[in-house]
């Protein structure tokens, strides 16, 4: 079985500039949530959306913004990049909206120059 | 301020030794998870803690929900260089729909 993919694996980017981040979660799930990982720290709570919509939005800017589509996939965008949007960012999905678990992927590492 | 406090933050031991990792917040949490992450890889969920004062094995791995669902800790008995890693606490507050991480603790575990 598949787990929790992501895509890209890294990305190099420049400041000023927006970045789309994708994720698929395991089939059946339907709630997938984003996180922000900074070296050495644990992640921090972007969003969380189940069934399509938004069920919980952590402290992130607006330049923050994230969707869910019918199939349960979804895309994390940033725009107008700073050098401390550099980071490891978390896609982790489950069978509910409840949080009970989560399956993480390996993450995009994205790097803002 | 980080919601969940984690101790120590980092921690180099020999193999065969025991540690205790401890997560502590000021906030009720309707039930608390363990996570422990590699390099390079995401979090990889370890147990979930729901009752308070639920004790829970896996293996050498033990973990304890405090009483008030306040805290929780993680022991490992005679520990590997396979457990070394960054293991996370983590948990749902009681209302919201927010999702935390503790501060981390880093695990060496010494050949």
């Known amino acids: 079985d598949a787990g929790v993919t992501q895509s890209p694996t890294h990305l190099i980017k420049t400041r000023g500039q927006h970045v789309t981040l994708r994720c698929s979660p395991i089939s059946g799930h339907k709630s997938v949530s984003w996180y922000q990982q900074v070296l050495g720290q644990g992640p921090q709570f972007i969003f969380q959306?189940?069934?399509?919509?938004?069920?919980g939005r952590g402290n992130f800017p607006d330049r923050f913004s994230a969707r869910q589509f019918p199939n349960y996939s979804s895309e994390l965008n940033v725009n107008a990049l700073l050098l401390g949007d550099s980071a490891l960012y978390l896609c982790?999905?489950?069978?509910?909206?409840?949080?009970?678990?989560?399956?993480f992927g390996s993450g995009t590492r994205l790097t803002v120059v | 301020t980080q919601l969940l406090e984690q101790s120590p933050q980092f921690l180099s031991i020999q193999e065969g030794e025991n540690l205790t990792v401890y997560c502590n917040s000021s906030s009720v949490f309707s039930s608390l998870q363990w996570y422990r992450q590699e390099p390079g890889e995401g979090p990889v969920l370890l147990v979930t803690?729901?009752?308070?004062?639920e004790v829970k094995k896996l293996k050498r791995l033990t973990f304890q929900f405090g009483d008030a669902r306040k805290d929780s800790s993680l022991h490992i008995t005679a520990a590997q260089p396979g457990d070394t890693g960054l293991y996370l606490c983590?948990?749902?507050?009681?209302?919201?729909?927010?999702?935390?991480f503790g501060t981390g603790t880093s695990l060496t575990v010494i050949p």
């Open positions: 959306y189940y069934e399509k919509e938004e069920r």
């Open positions: 982790a999905s489950s069978l509910q909206k409840g949080n009970y678990g989560y399956t």
């Open positions: 983590a948990g749902p507050q009681n209302t919201g729909n927010q999702f935390y």
């Open positions: 803690v729901v009752t308070g004062g």
